[in-house]
């Protein structure tokens, strides 16, 4: 069950951040201040209601099946998931809360446009480090294959 539940946790917590980030980034673009509030009050609720436990299945899922495991792919994997998981404790979810706040209250000022800096720094980051994850987390289980080692010839 751990096999099939970890996966799927990480494809909908990434898609949430994917979802999250994107929605930002045109909004800001091309909506209202009240589009704005919108988004921010839809990712707070319920996106982050579908984010949370996804994420919470796939690092308890993960930490169950990496137990033991060695490698340089789990290694790696290792190394990112504190990263991912202080950024999103201490960076997106504070931001997200901030930001409907804020913006439900009509505060778009400077404040509100560095913590939705901050955010979407934040967001790129975990988006990377997550992708990345999904790719040797496929590359472990055989669903992708690593690239070939280039063989060097010598050509005179």
Same mark, same amino acid.
């Given at each position: &069950? %751990? ?5 799927? *946790? ?55 099946? *990496? %137990? ?10 290792? %190394? ?25 209250? *009509? ?12 955010? @979407?720094?934040? *967001?790129?980051?975990? @988006?990377?480090? &997550?992708? &990345? ?5 496929? %590359? &472990? ?16």
């Amino acid at each position: &069950m %751990k096999t099939f539940i970890h996966p799927l *946790g990480g494809v909908i917590a990434t898609l949430c951040i994917a979802t999250f980030f994107t929605s930002t980034v045109v909004v800001e673009l091309i909506g209202s201040h009240d589009a704005i509030a919108t988004v921010k009050g839809l990712i707070v609720m319920p996106g982050l209601f579908i984010l949370i436990p996804a994420i919470a299945a796939t690092g308890g899922t993960g930490f169950a099946l *990496g %137990k033991g495991r060695k490698g340089r792919l789990s290694e790696a994997k290792k %190394k990112r998931m504190p990263i991912i998981g202080a950024n999103g404790v201490l960076v997106l979810l504070p931001a997200a809360i901030f930001l409907d706040q804020w913006a439900s209250a *009509g505060a778009f000022d400077t404040k509100f446009y560095l913590v939705q800096g901050l955010e @979407l720094i934040a *967001g790129a980051v975990n @988006l990377t480090l &997550m992708g &990345m994850n999904i790719r040797d987390g496929l %590359k &472990m289980t055989g669903r992708m294959r690593s690239k070939p080692k280039h063989l060097h010839t010598n050509r005179a």
